[in-house]
């Protein structure tokens, strides 16, 4: 989905959210489902807003993507967004699914909007039926703002086990008029590609159509969401929305559009960004592995073998142990079903160069572990050397603390 | 490769071993490749031995394993094995093959038999050079004897992280003569379906082609060896080597012999039983994990459901942590990728039905928690209701002790 132009510049926005484009207002609030977190979030635009969303690949799916699915291919259009954390409602039969159903209009009539302007979500505990005793007045109660404060009760609004806030916003200038992208995140376990728990929110002003906006985001998630690997676990439940108010008013944005790169960049930025943070926090992680393949038959075997490299739990966990440990690389590369030969791959990590044509160079040990304890971002370089491919993918360390959560956690 | 009758009884033999079988010897020996335990061992048959083998899927395959090959594809027939452990001769080029290739050929000196009937093999760290310094002499060492010591001898030189030995014989009757397999095995890390980081050596006296043992050991292969997993990962080294030596002296089996079953499963018996045991040895693992999937369209599905489940690590972190979370094993039916209906799937945790349909039923907490915490096999059953395809896989939970053995284990 190139353009005809070169990118515009395209800049993050300091303090930016999911309310610095214009139109846009969020809202989190305490019901009760959660103990203690806050557990239901709203965003509201002030016109209908061009949306897109794709949504988890696994087979088994949750009541609201149901929902939402239905809102959003109506019309292309949404209004309203709602979203509890604490109760997946997933699994949940009939009953679920007029649950959401009841999330949805109960949501429609508070912002007296149509029922299909209205997108519902959930995250949280599998298999348990919504408490609609909390979920309904809480709804009604719902009142959004356009402040900093406001996007990021919203975003605290749909955490689980995450440890930081997700927000990120990029600007960029199009037909002399700024547009923002801005976008929140929440997802730490069960992070895998196509869709893991995560769901992410995308507000933007540009002025876009709804299959245009559509498939820039299916084009997008694919290098980014679909990217990053916590666990492998794809959940019940993901879906990234992005909504576009139109309000920054500049001529209708196609690929044909000469600052159309600028647009796409900022979409992509934006949720490069927000899936990067999800990795970074993964479950336990206490740092952020990207993995960056070259020299493949084409991008789609680099992403493939970068994906298997950085969701080895060997490799993940020599990470954590500071261990430059190239033999749990290579051997991911080679079962990654991708097309390689077994002869010519180099393997760096950070700075170290580690393999040369599949074959071990000296390096130096304290200098491995040295980059491996020191930085935060663990850079992971393989060349195939038998094309031109490239690919990235992102994920974590794997620790003690993974699985302690996970021995514990219900989901 | 069903046969034509039903099967004669197949009996666990008490105290048995790889030199159950007539005709072969063991033994396993120390030479400093490792710090401390024996590392170096060697099946010697007195006659060359019909044999088969299955090898890793994995791209990138160790040097023996070429050399191995080479062996056993020239005649279909073995006298000798010699296997080192601490050192995989893996990612180590040419100077890796001319090792392999020196180990064999002293190996075939030493025990006077020509070149291609030796294999050779090697487990343990990846991407340096074999000390020949210390196999070279190692293998001139090496006095097989066709005592049950010797056998442990050899399972303990062919060990890495294991923690336990793993040994198992069978025999059954055919021809009314008594024929016996013996098996052993290595392999606790790396683990996964399509022979991860594990040895397998078995032998039998059974009288039988190579082509039909390599059929029988490649179907049993699937449904045994390759049903484990651990932790995902696929190992450049694991293969499995079956050695016939023909002296029960019965009539030459082939499917089409009356008592084929009773030999069938003895084989199929001696590789579930050292798969299972390697499952349980998983690093760091303290439960078995045995899945059994039934109602998928076919067997291969049935047997993929079955390995998703076990190799998600949200499952295995919940069985570590005595959670009964049938969510955590629906959501992994659902990304298996197989053909399922998300309406009709029932889930049971050993005794305890958790779901019924994909909607949860009420169960006892506290007797779900006891029989997690007190079971050393967890048995997990599904039911997609919507063939007759079933399978089984095996695995085992995911604790602290994996990560802290693989955070500083330098494989």
Redesign the interface.
């Known amino acids: 989905m190139k353009g005809t132009a070169n990118a515009p510049e395209v800049i993050e926005v300091e303090n930016g959210s999911i309310v610095t484009p214009k139109g846009f207002k969020a809202i989190g609030i305490y019901t009760g489902v959660k103990r203690k977190r806050l557990d239901l979030g709203a965003i509201f635009c002030e016109v209908p807003a061009s949306s897109a969303a794709v949504y988890t690949?696994?087979?088994?799916?949750a009541a609201p993507l149901k929902v939402t699915k239905e809102s959003i291919m109506k019309e292309g259009k949404l209004q309203a967004l709602v979203v509890n954390s604490g109760n997946?409602n997933?699994?949940?039969?009939e009953k679920g699914l007029e649950d959401a159903y009841e999330m949805r209009s109960v949501s429609a009539e508070h912002f007296n909007v149509p029922n299909h302007y209205v997108a519902v979500t959930s995250t949280g505990?599998?298999?348990?039926y919504l408490p609609m005793d909390k979920i309904v007045p809480g709804i009604q109660q719902l009142q959004p703002e356009a402040t900093i404060e406001a996007a990021e009760a919203f975003n605290e609004a749909i955490l689980t086990t995450d440890t930081i806030k997700k927000m990120v916003c990029y600007q960029t200038t199009i037909d002399g008029k700024a547009i923002s992208v801005g976008g929140v995140a929440k997802g730490s376990?069960?992070i895998?590609p196509?869709m893991a728990t995560m769901l992410s929110f995308v507000t933007t002003d540009a002025v876009i159509e709804p299959s245009v906006l559509q498939q820039a985001l299916s084009e997008i998630t694919n290098q980014t969401f679909n990217s990053i690997t916590v666990?492998?676990?794809?959940?019940?439940n993901d879906m990234v929305v992005v909504m576009a108010s139109g309000l920054a008013e500049h001529e209708t944005l196609t690929p044909a559009h000469p600052e159309w790169n600028g647009f796409y960049q900022a979409l992509k930025l934006t949720c490069e960004s927000l899936a990067k943070k999800i990795a970074r926090d993964g479950e336990g992680a206490t740092k952020l592995i990207e993995v960056q393949v070259q020299g493949a038959v084409n991008d789609e075997e680099a992403g493939k073998v970068a994906k298997k490299i950085v969701?080895?739990?060997?490799v993940k966990?020599?990470v954590?142990?500071a261990?430059a440990?190239?033999?749990?690389i290579?051997?991911?590369?080679?079962?990654?079903g991708c097309e390689?030969d077994?002869?010519t791959i180099d393997i760096a990590i950070g700075p170290i160069q580690t393999?040369v044509?599949?074959?071990?160079v000296v390096f130096s040990e304290e200098e491995a572990t040295a980059y491996l304890k020191d930085e935060e971002t663990i850079k992971i370089n393989v060349d195939l050397k038998i094309g031109n491919g490239t690919g990235k993918a992102w994920g974590c360390d794997?620790?003690?603390d993974?699985?302690?959560i996970?021995?514990?956690y219900?989901?």
């Open positions: 690949t696994n087979r088994i799916q997946a997933a699994c949940t039969g505990v599998i298999g348990q376990g069960m895998n196509n666990d492998g676990d794809t959940s019940t969701g080895s739990d060997l966990s020599a954590y142990g261990d440990n190239w033999g749990r290579i051997c991911a590369v080679g079962y990654s390689i077994p002869d393999l044509n599949s074959q071990p794997l620790t003690y993974y699985v302690r996970n021995a514990g219900r989901t």
